[in-house]
């Protein structure tokens, strides 16, 4: 059964970068009141909303209606609030009340699925299944997106194509979709396989089940045999839309020395080796522009 498990995580891993799990011990109840709670958080009142807003890294929990305001050359139609979780979770009074009860439940089930997944991982890299969490990976923190309904959806999007700057997302969302992945498509004008093109593929919402997608972080030290695939979220007339996206890496990656380098079993490195900070910093400055981190580090 872990032999099935290990070969399933890898081939997707391989091949999308993205995939669904079902049975992971979180349940379905659980799942709900952290949606719910998110939900709640973003429909107060502005001036409730204001307590928390601001762009200060320093702070454990932050709120924003434009995460790369600064950076970006279109506006992302979402709102983001950001719940640090490591080294621990920040004490109640600082989380929404939204959220007090239900993020501290919700957090010690995402860390105990992000080990097995790491685990997983790591058995499929050939690694001792403790590597990547000892080595690089932890809980970091939460983002709470919210999507409202958007009166022109084609003129805008929800999230901006990316990819992400860590190990590993582990996403919970809800039935309204619109979660896309850039696959690569061997076809010429026939079907025929002869070169590449890219198309968006939808992701379904499967009730129950939480989407995994591997970050770049990963796809650096397995030397590409790993996909941190681009990804975006369309906007929609319908909605709200919202989900809560669990990042792991490092609790200080953004200042980190830390090396990132290709796990060489095989062949040459595709990347050359680089800080977990310069990496954070590089994808913070250019914020979601529809390319790549990876591409400066590709050799």
């Known amino acids: 059964m872990r032999a099935e498990l290990v070969a399933a995580v890898k081939a997707a891993a391989e091949t999308v970068g993205f995939f669904q799990v079902v049975n992971h011990g979180v349940p379905k109840a659980v799942m709900s009141e952290m949606l719910a709670a998110v939900l709640g958080f973003h429909e107060e009142p502005v001036g409730a909303k204001a307590l928390y807003y601001g762009r200060d890294y320093g702070r454990p929990v932050r709120y924003w209606s434009i995460f790369d305001l600064f950076q970006s050359q279109a506006a992302n139609w979402r709102g983001t609030l950001i719940i640090d979780t490591a080294p621990e979770l920040p004490p109640p009074k600082e989380i929404p009340p939204t959220c007090r009860s239900i993020a501290p439940?919700?957090?010690?089930?995402?860390?105990?699925?992000?080990?097995?997944?790491?685990?997983?991982?790591?058995?499929?890299?050939?690694?001792?299944?403790g590597h990547l969490e000892e080595d690089a990976a932890c809980l970091e923190r939460l983002a709470g997106q919210y999507y409202p309904p958007c009166p022109e959806p084609h003129l805008t999007l929800g999230t901006t194509h990316h990819s992400d700057p860590c190990f590993l997302v582990v996403l919970l969302q809800d039935a309204v979709g619109g979660l896309q992945v850039l696959l690569e498509e061997d076809c010429d004008?026939?079907?025929?396989?002869?070169?590449?093109?890219?198309?968006?593929?939808?992701?379904?919402?499967?009730?129950?089940?939480?989407?995994?997608?591997?970050?770049?972080?990963l796809q650096i030290v397995s030397n590409d045999r790993f996909k941190s695939v681009e990804h975006r979220v369309v906007s929609q007339s319908v909605g709200p839309r919202v989900s809560v996206a669990s990042f792991f890496r490092r609790q200080d990656a953004a200042t980190s020395t830390r090396v990132l380098a290709p796990i060489i079993a095989d062949g040459e490195a595709r990347y050359r080796s680089t800080t977990m900070a310069d990496l954070v910093r590089h994808s913070r400055a250019k914020g979601l522009d529809g390319s790549s981190a990876l591409q400066h580090l590709r050799l």
Not at 197 to 213: C, I, M, Q, T, Y
């Open 105 to 129: 439940k919700y957090v010690r089930m995402m860390q105990q699925l992000g080990r097995t997944l790491l685990e997983l991982l790591s058995e499929a890299l050939g690694l001792r299944s």
């Open 189 to 217: 004008g026939n079907n025929n396989k002869k070169k590449s093109s890219a198309v968006w593929v939808d992701v379904p919402a499967v009730e129950g089940a939480l989407v995994v997608n591997v970050g770049d972080f």
